[in-house]
């Protein structure tokens, strides 16, 4: 298996550009999350979603953050516009519970955004 | 509410001594707990988990952990740590039969040769 895929791995962009990270969970995976990584906040849940459906959105910082989930193979966390404090690790996480025991979360590499 | 502790954001051990990392947790339901490794510059993976059944869960690269309800803690350990080991170590809480987890702060382990 493949493993959890997200792109880009390292992103560099302006404050007011739009940004967008992309994932691909594992394959039978019906639970996708995004989470935010910063050294003063440790991680944060941004979003869950189950069967494509977000479910819990209320980590998402502000309106300029967005997700999406169109299929069960691919969800997009965007960023409009981005500022400096964005400047963060952005996981993104994939799971089955729907399989008995497993509880647990696989993450991907991450995207590293820097804002400037 | 649910919550996690990690004693000690910085560990360090000698190469073959004990590694110990401390977790406590508070939870108002039955946790789920999990131990998760980062190297640097990549994303989490999965050490070892705990559901229900027995307390002693051993998992990969020789670690183990224990769950003790009483003492609501999750220690993290290796008999013999080795320099592969040097990473960023989570512990989280998930209530049990729920996707949401709390992570704690972190703990990075050092191993000096």
């Known amino acids: 298996d493949a493993g959890v895929i997200q792109s880009p791995r390292h992103e560099v962009t302006e404050m007011g550009q739009e940004v967008t990270l992309r994932c691909k969970p594992i394959?039978?995976?019906?639970?996708l999350f995004w989470y935010r990584q910063t050294m003063m906040r440790g991680l944060e849940l941004l979003i869950y979603f189950n069967n494509n459906v977000p479910i819990d959105d209320s980590g998402m910082p502000e309106d300029r953050f967005s997700a999406k989930m169109p299929n069960a193979s691919f969800s997009t966390l965007k960023i409009q516009p981005s500022e400096p404090r964005d400047s963060a690790v952005y996981f993104c996480a994939s799971s089955d519970p729907s399989r008995q025991g497993a509880y647990e979360q696989y993450f991907g590499p991450g995207t590293r955004l820097t804002v400037t | 509410a649910q919550s996690v502790t990690q004693l000690g954001s910085h560990v360090s051990v000698s190469e073959g001594a004990l590694v110990l990392l401390r977790c406590n947790y508070s939870s108002s339901v039955p946790p789920y707990l999990f131990w998760y490794v980062q190297y640097p510059n990549q994303g989490l993976q999965l050490l070892l988990k705990y559901t229900t059944g027995a307390t002693l869960v051993k998992g990969i690269n020789g670690f183990e952990a224990e769950f003790k309800k009483s003492e609501t803690s999750f220690h993290l350990t290796k008999p013999s740590a080795h320099m592969s080991d040097a990473a960023e170590y989570f512990c989280a809480v998930s209530p049990s039969g729920t996707y949401k987890y709390i992570f704690g702060t972190g703990t990075r382990l050092k191993v000096l040769a």
């Open positions: 394959s039978g995976h019906n639970s």
